[in-house]
């Protein structure tokens, strides 16, 4: 997917999803004229696009454990985790790896 506007991809996957009614691809605007930090989108999603239970996709300032979090393809673990600056155009997808059994 091409993003025409400043922005990025958010994609949550594996189950993710379902914390974000169901929608696996959300266009996330992004002011060019500030630096924003992922930690700073984190909250901007709990407070804008999550519409489920905030325990089951945060822990304190991240992501909670169970949930892998991909820059552009690549581990944000070699990204810098919540201090990684967002650029236009990134692709950050969750994927909950969290099973029953």
Known sequence: MFLF?????FS?????????GGVKEHIVPLDGSKIVLLEEMLRW????LL???VNLFLQENTVR???LVMINDTDWDLM???EYILQP???????STL???
């Open 12 to 20: 949550p996957s594996g189950g993710a999803e379902t914390l974000f």
């Open 45 to 48: 999603l709990r407070d804008h």
């Open 51 to 53: 519409t489920g239970d």
């Open 65 to 67: 454990p169970g949930i």
């Open 89 to 95: 155009g990134d692709h950050i997808l969750f994927i």
């Open 80 to 82: 810098g985790e919540t």
């Open 5 to 9: 506007s400043p922005g990025f991809l």
């Open 99 to 101: 099973h029953g059994g």
